[in-house]
């Protein structure tokens, strides 16, 4: 009989992690407050619906851990590209600009496909270093429905439920009791800092905004990074492009600034002509997204802690949080760590 685990949380993380584990012969519940579909689609109590995507390296030079969690992401991704189109995720042509030259070149450059310098004398005014090579673009809403929609058409279950104690989710799987070992697995990003159980105050929010705009010309994604602000245009491939954004740490507010929409739009049409002229791009607008990066001092926390509860007994929990801005971009590979750790379990 295949063993039971429960995934708390159904953010990117949290469903790649389901999938993988499912995949693998577990028999997977997922307990989530939010999850793909309309009555959770704007809430900014989880971070997913709100990111870009793209796949931009987050990880520096000396983070190695996070290095390899995103290349192999990348190379995932790649593959799945080019299988399974429908997933959302495709592949363009990356360009990111630097203000400042980095002190030593980028860990990737030799790790991602077709990279190569922006020669010097076609860089932007005010920008010292550029690298193109061959990315990924990832349409959250697709891609998350289409996690959803793999997991579920194997018989996966879910449900949409707030809890106030990790082991609370130990309630939604048929026939649980202390008898019966039951692993669960948190990957409920920023929820971890007030969740029962947990309460990691490491946690803290980065406030990101960004636009959502109709603007089918712009095929490619570019990232400027600046010292103090950043930077980028996302196209999802539906003639829609995600354009931002901002960083503001332990910032709460998710009401929209509308003098951070315009000059996010300003921002873009300097990185993308394809934009349109700044008047047409403001009619342009679908919607103003704000979300909360889930960031944690010391970065993701993944490993195995023995939590217990009354009536629920002594139970393992797998942590897996703390993703900040590079959920996407590494959330494959992060699954890949969470079923090894699972199966030595």
């Not at 793209?54 to 390899?68: E, F, G, K, P």
Request: aromatic fraction near 6%; hydrophobic fraction near 35%; charge should be negative.
């Amino acid at each position: 009989m295949p063993r039971t685990v429960v995934v708390v949380g159904a953010g990117v993380v949290g469903l790649s992690v389901a999938c993988k584990l499912q995949e693998s012969g577990y028999n997977v519940v997922i307990v989530a407050e939010n999850m793909p579909c309309a009555e959770s689609r704007l809430s900014t109590k989880w971070a997913s619906p709100w990111a870009g995507a793209h796949w931009r390296a987050w990880a520096s030079n000396q983070d190695t851990i996070l290095q390899q969690m995103e290349i192999q992401t990348y190379r995932k991704m790649l593959r799945m590209a080019d299988e399974s189109p429908e997933s959302g995720i495709s592949v363009t042509q990356g360009i990111e600009l630097y203000e400042r030259a980095p002190a030593e070149p980028l860990w990737y450059i030799d790790m991602v496909d077709n990279s190569s310098e922006v020669p010097p004398d076609s860089l932007p005014e005010g920008v010292e270093y550029g690298l193109e090579y061959k990315t990924l673009l990832i349409d959250v809403p697709k891609y998350l429905l289409y996690l959803k929609s793999h997991f579920e058409s194997r018989g996966g279950k879910m449900h949409k439920q707030a809890i106030e104690h990790i082991l609370d989710a130990a309630k939604y799987v048929p026939g649980s009791n202390a008898n019966v070992p039951l692993i669960v697995v948190n990957c409920t990003g920023l929820g971890s800092r007030n969740l029962g159980g947990v309460n990691d105050k490491r946690l803290y929010p980065i406030r990101g905004q960004t636009l959502l705009v109709n603007a089918p010309e712009a095929k490619r994604t570019i990232t400027r990074i600046g010292s103090e602000k950043f930077s980028y245009v996302i196209p999802r491939g539906d003639g829609t492009v995600v354009i931002g954004g901002s960083a503001d740490n332990n910032e709460w507010d998710c009401r929209p600034n509308d003098k951070l929409s315009r000059q996010i739009i300003s921002r873009a049409l300097e990185l993308e002509p394809a934009l349109l002229d700044s008047k047409t791009l403001t009619e342009q607008v679908v919607s103003v997204g704000v979300g909360l990066r889930p960031m944690r001092e010391g970065g993701v926390r993944l490993e195995v802690e023995s939590i217990y509860k009354e009536k629920v007994g002594q139970t393992n929990v797998v942590h897996c949080y703390g993703h900040g801005g590079f959920g996407f971009q590494s959330s494959l590979a992060f699954a890949d760590k969470v079923h090894e750790l699972v199966n030595a379990l």
